[in-house]
């Protein structure tokens, strides 16, 4: 099902009303993000970019928001705001309607380079940012590292540094050391992209797996239309810069998924509608761009 331009993703509903498609009985326990006529731009006056323009949406708590957009439409900026990394220029980004003035542990993102530092163990990636806060007590914070990664496949590795991992574990590890901070939301930009067909399908649902578990807040962008019809509840479908909402498709694949559903009729009309948006976007942007060209 499709909704207008720039409109709400999702209401969130007050009393956290579940969907056919959600598994019911795991309750969400993210947040809500809301983003107001938000606009960016970089570079000086004279030679500025205007990047997001009024941009509006609405993250409903507990769901997988995946955005999908044509290259270069300013995902990655997106991304960077709702950090809290980067401020907009004019419009606001709350989370539960507190506006957002910087980075916070409730929010952890997870990007497509990996951040793991070199010289640490796997155990000590985890355990690093909350040692550092000295935010819990230091044989409880060692307990929950094991155990998580233990959950993410890695309980065999958690003495190896991040060279000796593969690509996939390499993300696995990233996921245990943003989740050992119980964040409300997780961003993920393109956290996949780079990896190996096969183990970029693993980590798909190993990912969505955790997610349906644990039902946080989580925003995924991503540049692969399969892989954003498998993981969304909702699939926000960005234009051309200056970047609005162009739709948000709804998606009602039940859960928990796997794979066979991306062959059905209904997850073949998502992508086909998908398809349709992003390349008349992206002809849009040929034609700006060429225009002068002989
Ligand atoms: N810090 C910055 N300073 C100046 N320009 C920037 C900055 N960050 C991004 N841009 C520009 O903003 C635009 C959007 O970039 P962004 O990386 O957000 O897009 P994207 O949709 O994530 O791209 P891709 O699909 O290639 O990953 C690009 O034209 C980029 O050059």
């Given at each position: 099902m499709l909704t207008n331009r720039n409109s709400i993703a999702r209401a969130a509903s007050a009393g956290g009303a579940t969907k056919?498609?959600?598994?019911?009985?795991?309750?969400?326990?993210?947040?809500?993000?809301?983003?107001?006529?938000?606009?960016k731009a970089y570079g000086e006056e004279w030679l500025s970019d205007q990047i997001l323009d009024n941009l509006?949406?609405?993250?409903?708590?507990?769901?997988?928001?995946?955005?999908?957009?044509?290259?270069?439409?300013?995902?990655?900026?997106?991304v960077n705001l709702l950090a809290g990394?980067?401020?907009?220029?004019?419009?606001?980004?709350t989370i539960d309607g507190e506006e957002i003035t910087g980075p916070g542990k409730d929010r952890m993102v997870v990007f497509q380079e990996t951040a793991l530092i070199p010289w640490q163990t796997t155990f000590?990636?985890?355990?690093?940012?909350?040692?550092?806060?000295?935010?819990?007590?230091?044989?409880?914070?060692?307990?929950?590292?094991k155990k998580l990664l233990v959950k993410v496949g890695l309980?065999?590795?958690m003495s190896k540094f991040p060279l000796q991992l593969s690509g996939g574990m390499q993300r696995r590890a990233e996921l245990a050391r943003a989740l050992i901070n119980?964040?409300?939301?997780?961003?993920?930009?393109?956290?996949?992209?780079?990896?190996?067909?096969?183990?970029?399908?693993?980590?798909?649902?190993?990912?969505?797996q955790l997610f349906e578990e644990n039902r946080r807040t989580n925003v995924f962008v991503t540049s692969e239309i399969d892989e954003a019809i498998f993981l969304a509840d909702n699939l926000i479908v960005l234009?051309?810069?200056?970047?609005?909402?162009?739709?948000?498709?709804?998606?009602?694949?039940?859960?928990?998924?796997?794979y066979s559903m991306l062959t059905s009729a209904e997850a073949f009309e998502y992508k086909r509608e998908t398809m349709a948006i992003l390349h008349e976007e992206a002809m849009k942007s040929f034609a700006n761009t060429s225009k002068g060209v002989a």
């Open positions: 056919s498609n959600k598994a019911a009985s795991t309750p969400a326990t993210g947040s809500t993000i809301e983003l107001t006529n938000v606009s509006s949406l609405s993250i409903a708590p507990g769901e997988m928001t995946v955005i999908v957009g044509p290259s270069g439409c300013g995902k990655s900026t997106l990394f980067e401020e907009p220029d004019s419009g606001k980004i000590e990636n985890v355990v690093f940012g909350p040692k550092l806060r000295g935010d819990m007590k230091t044989a409880d914070l060692e307990k929950e590292a309980g065999e590795f119980e964040p409300k939301v997780m961003i993920m930009d393109e956290p996949f992209r780079g990896l190996d067909a096969m183990s970029r399908s693993l980590m798909q649902e190993f990912f969505l234009t051309n810069k200056p970047t609005k909402v162009e739709k948000i498709i709804d998606i009602k694949l039940p859960r928990p998924r796997n």
